[in-house]
């Protein structure tokens, strides 16, 4: 799993300036779904939705974890505790399990969730890929080289391993800190060996966009709120990176340096004579725009939060053993919740939490070809937006239980609008869809929702939220988020 990536920086989805050749050579040997979207554009909700296959309001984290709360959570406080998770249904079915890369979840200092081999940075955050804290089982260090590179050869050095036990099967979670695509550590050129060939690339693969106003609101509002306390981030950046040419190249080769290692896990897997019974799944947490409809990086990076493409499409890749067929490039609309149901429904596991309704949909059929009743329709929400996106239609709806900050619906017709620009939302629209949509969006949330977490009908967030002063007037003085 990379870390802020759309769809759209791989050459197998089109990109003819990317440099992905491991991961292009991956996706023809296996399956590309070509629309597959996140359920929210913020790293540690979508990561426990692949972890969980709930959704944000099923498992209370909306958005991302903000490392300078660490000091305030429990004692080795797990965001996702009272759930379990993917590695820990393994676990218990006899696989070993580890995890090296970015975690984000919750605290670090030692495994969480049945991982027995445990390699991640000191913390959720990339400042710099190079001199991060790394914490490896019980020992910590400060590594000086840069963070992929080092994730990287400890996946070799597990799958090398492997070879020596093949009788125990095995979850590796690699999910990388890169390409990321944040100042200070995309600022400026880059310092890996993929630096120097897009040094002079003129990346006509990004459009070039003047900023919108909602992402001007956004800084606005963010700033704001956070001059009330000292040391909150610099969300100017997010004005300033668009259009730089040296952050979109630096950015360009973290992703290639992924596709580096991606290619020496492939190795270390034929090596071992691993990979012919492995599975190996490629996604990103979540999309990112580059520039694309004025703004920059994540969904909420716009006051209100946006639902448009480049923020949830995601590159998702499988390759391996059965069902999985090769050369398939998958039209249908699927979720990276999908990808905990695709798990345990290959592997042949009943998923235990049997008490909970879950949205997670099983990818197996779609893997062999045959899509005959899949439903093309995806979910979303982040905060004060939830969406609903058809191969048609992308209908989205805002909270309104706030009166300082009244926020209004969208809806874009995606055969004739695909770039989405014009929004054809009206409360007088007798446009029957709009209707049909957002009944459907309705009811999705009325059935995939925990009251406790529920935002929209008074519900908290674990740890933290990006709009305080939206819950804080909806709901009173008294609401805050919980850990």
Request: charged content about 25%.
């Amino acid at each position: 799993m990379t870390d802020n990536q759309p769809s759209d920086l791989l050459g197998c989805y089109g990109n003819t300036e990317i440099k992905s050749p491991n991961l292009d050579k991956m996706a023809k040997e296996g399956v590309v779904f070509e629309n597959a979207f996140c359920p929210n554009a913020m790293c540690s909700p979508s990561r426990a939705s692949v972890w969980t296959g709930l959704m944000p309001s099923q498992h209370g984290i909306h958005t991302w974890l903000d490392d300078r709360l660490m000091a305030k959570w429990p004692k080795d406080w797990n965001a996702l505790k009272e759930f379990d998770t993917l590695p820990e249904i393994l676990k218990r079915n006899g696989y070993d399990t580890a995890m090296i890369g970015k975690y984000h979840l919750g605290c670090l200092e030692k495994p969480q969730n049945s991982i027995d081999h445990w390699i991640t940075m000191g913390r959720g955050h990339t400042l710099d890929f190079y001199g991060n804290t790394i914490i490896e089982n019980s020992k910590k260090y400060i590594h000086e080289g840069h963070s992929v590179e080092l994730f990287t050869s400890k996946a070799v050095e597990y799958v090398t391993g492997r070879a020596q036990n093949k009788e125990t099967p095995f979850l590796l979670l690699l999910p990388y800190n890169g390409p990321y695509g944040h100042w200070p550590s995309i600022k400026g050129p880059a310092k890996n060996q993929f630096g120097s060939y897009y040094e002079k690339l003129n990346m006509n693969s990004v459009p070039r966009e003047g900023l919108c106003k909602e992402a001007i609101e956004c800084f606005q509002m963010n700033s704001t709120y956070h001059s009330k306390s000292k040391g909150g981030p610099d969300f100017s950046a997010l004005l300033q990176i668009p259009n730089d040419l040296s952050s979109l190249r630096n950015y360009y080769s973290q992703m290639s340096l992924i596709d580096q290692g991606i290619g020496e896990l492939f190795k270390a897997l034929k090596a071992s004579s691993l990979d012919r019974n492995s599975l190996v799944i490629f996604t990103a947490d979540h999309g990112f725009s580059l520039g694309h409809h004025g703004f920059w990086g994540h969904g909420q990076a716009t006051w209100p939060t946006n639902a448009f493409r480049i923020a949830y499409n995601i590159p998702l890749l499988v390759w391996g053993i059965e069902p999985v067929k090769s050369g398939i490039r998958c039209e249908n609309f699927v979720s990276s919740l999908d990808i905990f149901s695709t798990i345990l429904h290959i592997l042949k596991i009943e998923n235990p939490d049997t008490d909970k309704a879950n949205p997670s949909k099983s990818l197996k059929k779609l893997l062999a070809g045959n899509n005959k009743d899949w439903v093309d329709e995806i979910f979303i929400e982040n905060e004060e937006t939830r969406a609903i996106r058809t191969p048609n239609w992308s209908y989205v709806k805002r909270f309104n239980g706030s009166k300082a900050y009244p926020l209004n619906n969208a809806l874009y017709d995606l055969k004739n609008d695909p770039d989405e620009r014009i929004n054809r939302y009206s409360d007088s629209s007798p446009l029957n869809i709009q209707h049909e949509l957002d009944k459907r969006l309705s009811d999705f949330f009325n059935k995939y929702v925990e009251p406790k977490y529920d935002l929209w009908k008074g519900g908290t967030v674990k740890s933290n939220t990006s709009r305080p002063w939206l819950w804080e007037d909806a709901w009173g003085p008294e609401w805050h988020p919980i850990t």
